[in-house]
């Protein structure tokens, strides 16, 4: 079955990084794109960009463009999420979701499986 | 602000039918489909909706989905208890080039 396993909880201080990683079983790793989307307190979900895992092709959300990296390592299915120069407004639950193949067109799939969430506070 | 306008809130008493609206422009839902997921808190979305209509396996038919032009709309008909989450609708954007989601409406079952 598709399982997508995130890495834990993180605790960072304002300018700082965080890279959250995502790891995927149950499926062809490099046929679907995988997505990053975010959950900041009592707000809504956000979504900040996808990665091909075939390609490493990227495509970021206008918002975090210059300050997000997706990365993918083939080796052990598994793809990152990094944010850099942190701000408190950053405090979220980062999911990744797997999204359609990457042979379709973009907008027809849904993101039918999401991670576990990776909580990550940006506080001083 | 979202680029997808939600209600904030809804509510219903049990075995009742409640609707969501969506609203977006001639740049996401004008032309493309819409997906709809519902949000419980502390666990990951689940999509219950996609290509506007159309329903998962295992997502009981009591939830459904349409569109008309710039809007589309979820229905929850014989409302239970256990369908108290957040609800999201989410669209291509053509001219964002991305993903966007309404901001969330939040279903309450009286």
């Known amino acids: 079955q598709v399982q997508l396993v995130q890495s834990g909880t993180e605790m960072k201080k304002p300018g700082a990084s965080v890279k959250v990683s995502c790891k995927a079983s149950g499926y062809d790793f490099t046929v679907y794109h995988m997505h990053w989307v975010r959950q900041a307190p009592g707000q809504g979900l956000e979504w900040m960009g996808r990665i091909n895992p075939n390609s490493d092709d990227t495509n970021y959300a206008q918002t975090f463009q210059g300050r997000v990296t997706m990365t993918r390592d083939t080796s052990i299915n598994t793809v990152y999420m990094e944010l850099s120069r942190l701000r408190s407004d950053d405090t979220a639950v980062y999911y990744c979701?797997?999204?359609?193949?990457?042979?379709?067109?973009?907008?027809?799939?849904?993101?039918?499986?999401w991670g576990q969430g990776t909580l990550v506070t940006v506080s001083s | 602000q979202s680029v997808l306008t939600q209600p904030p809130s809804a509510s219903g008493t049990p075995g009742q039918r409640v609707t969501i609206s969506c609203s977006g422009s001639?740049?996401?839902?004008?032309?493309?489909?819409v997906n709809w997921y519902q949000h419980l808190p502390g666990t990951a979305p689940k999509v219950l909706i996609y290509g506007d209509n159309q329903r998962p396996s295992g997502v009981p038919d009591r939830f459904s989905g349409s569109k008309s032009g710039t809007s589309a709309s979820l229905a929850i008909s014989g409302l239970q208890s256990e369908d108290e989450a957040d609800y999201y609708c989410a669209t291509w954007d053509d001219s964002l080039n991305g993903w966007v989601f309404g901001g969330g409406t939040k279903l309450t079952v009286l």
């Open positions: 001639s740049s996401n839902i004008g032309i493309k489909t």
């Open positions: 979701a797997k999204g359609g193949p990457i042979r379709f067109l973009e907008w027809l799939s849904p993101f039918d499986y």
